[in-house]
């Protein structure tokens, strides 16, 4: 079985929230929570979603010129909801703790790509395949020492096959559950903008998210107490001037007491 090795990268582009509401127009930041910084040097998560297509849909006309159009709306539309993750990982010089940062100018990485291997539903079956067959389809996270991407997209055609959607996210700002609440925002959203008499798509409470972090309740100081293990181990506690937001590629584990 050929593994899809060849993955064109059709375009690159860079998706922002939608400019709807003025919310997106205004600099904040977030801080980190003990939850958060428990993952700070965590390698990124990715994940894939399969989305089977008929003949009709699966061309590659098809998918430029009306898929990949709907999901980057959709998609700008469901980031204005979600605004920190368009952000970045930011580490202020006057901050005990990294950030997440987010200003008017920032955007999310969005690829579009194709594969012409004939394996799409192999890829998604039960069957046991190596995993570095899906590496191609997911995309890579940006990080360095001043700041680190949270979340980066793929979109991969199978002609004749379907689609796949590559999300990469940053542990430290995104969990699981916050993760599929957002695949299910921007799915919601994705649907209502099919429908001509929604002018102003909206999340339902269930998916509405909340950013107060005054309800995380931290007297122990657990969120300094994860974050210094991890500059120890990464030799920047001696030396906060070499504090870096990079991600460990390869992470022996961290015993805690």
């Known amino acids: 079985m050929a593994a899809p090795e060849i993955v064109r990268i059709l375009e690159t582009i860079r998706v922002a929230p939608s400019t709807e509401s003025p919310e997106s127009s205004h600099d904040f930041s977030l801080p980190l929570t003990f ?101 191609p389809l997911v995309p890579q996270l940006i990080s360095s020492d001043e700041k680190a991407e949270i979340i980066s997209l793929q979109i991969t055609l199978f002609p004749r096959q379907g689609f796949t959607i590559g999300i990469t996210t940053n542990h430290a700002v995104i969990d699981g559950r916050s993760a599929v609440m957002f695949m299910r925002s921007w799915a919601h959203l994705c649907r209502q903008i099919d429908d001509d008499d929604v002018k102003n798509p909206t999340l339902p409470p269930e998916l509405t998210p909340s950013f107060d972090r005054s309800c995380v309740e931290d007297q122990a100081r657990l969120d300094m107490l994860f974050l210094n293990h991890w500059l120890a181990f990464n030799g920047e506690y001696q030396d906060p001037t070499k504090r870096s937001l990079r991600i460990f590629k390869e992470m022996e584990p961290v015993m805690y007491q």
Request: net charge negative; hydrophobic share 35%; charged share 15%.
């Open 35 to 135: 939850f958060d910084t428990y993952w700070f040097k965590f390698p990124p998560v990715e994940t894939l979603y399969f989305y089977q297509l008929d003949d009709s849909t699966s061309t590659l006309c098809y998918f430029t010129s009306t898929i990949i159009p709907k999901l980057k709306q959709s998609l700008s539309l469901t980031l204005l909801h979600y605004l920190p993750l368009s952000g970045n990982l930011r580490w202020p010089s006057g901050s005990s703790k990294p950030v997440i940062s987010y200003a008017p100018n920032d955007a999310v990485s969005f690829t579009t790509a194709l594969s012409e291997v004939d394996n799409f539903h192999i890829l998604w079956g039960k069957d046991i395949h190596k995993a570095n067959e899906l590496h």
